[in-house]
C-alpha cells in the first residue's frame, strides 16, 4: 500500500481556488474539498484555524499566481512592447484564473475579497502603466492606457465568458492579442 503524501497549505488553497472558479465563494468548504483531495477535516484543521483562514489562503495564492507570478515572469523582458504582448498572451490562456477572477468580481463585496481585488487591480494596473511610461508616455496618458488595458481584459474574459467561449474562439486570439497590443502600444 502506498503512503499518502502530507498535504501541504498550498494544497489545500490550490483546492480552495479550483472549487472557487467552479462555484463561487460558498463552494469553498472543508469537507468537499477534503474529499476532493482524499483528506479528512483534521488534515485541514493542521493547516487552518477555520473556513475563513482557507478563503484567505486561496485569495492569496489566487494574487500569487496570477498577478506576481505573471509580473516577475515578464521582469526579464526589457521592451515594454514586447513585455505587453507576451502578458497578453499570458492573460487570455488562463482559465482557471479567469473563472476564480470573475467569481471574486461577483463578490467584491465580500470583507476578504474585497480588499485583495482592490490590491490585485492596483498592483496590475500599476504594472501596465510602467510599461507605457517606458514607451515615452507622459504619466497622465500611461495611466489612462493602463486603466484601458485593464478594463480591456476583464470585458473580454467577462464577454467571453458570457458567450461560452464562442466570441473569441482560440483560433482568433492571437490576431485579437496582436490588434490589442497595437492599439495600446501606439
Known amino acids: 500500500m502506498a503512503k499518502k503524501r502530507r498535504l501541504a497549505p498550498e494544497d489545500w488553497a490550490d483546492a480552495a481556488l479550483e472549487a472557487l472558479a467552479e462555484g463561487g465563494l460558498a463552494a469553498v468548504a472543508v469537507e468537499p474539498i477534503a474529499t476532493r483531495l482524499g483528506a479528512t477535516k483534521g488534515s485541514f484543521y493542521w493547516h487552518f484555524a477555520n473556513r475563513d483562514a482557507l478563503v484567505q489562503a486561496a485569495l492569496r495564492r489566487w494574487a500569487e499566481l496570477h498577478t506576481e507570478t505573471i509580473i ?88 467571453q465568458r458570457a458567450s461560452g467561449g464562442e466570441l473569441l474562439p482560440a483560433a482568433d486570439q492571437a490576431g485579437y492579442r496582436e490588434f490589442l497590443r497595437g492599439v495600446l502600444a501606439s
Not at 475579497?113 to 490585485?120: S, T
Not at 508616455?137 to 467577462?158: I, W
Request: hydrophobic share 50%; net charge negative.
Open 72 to 159: 516577475t515572469g515578464l521582469a526579464d523582458v526589457a521592451d515594454p512592447v514586447r513585455r505587453l504582448h507576451e502578458l497578453f498572451g499570458v492573460v487570455f490562456g488562463r482559465d482557471v484564473g479567469n473563472r476564480a477572477e470573475f467569481e471574486l468580481l461577483a463578490h467584491a463585496n465580500d470583507p476578504m475579497v474585497g480588499p485583495v481585488l482592490a490590491e490585485v487591480t492596483t498592483r496590475r494596473v500599476g504594472f501596465l502603466v510602467e510599461c507605457f511610461l517606458e514607451m515615452g508616455h507622459p504619466a497622465a496618458a500611461a495611466r489612462h492606457r493602463g486603466v484601458l488595458a485593464y478594463t480591456t481584459y476583464v470585458g473580454l474574459v467577462q464577454a
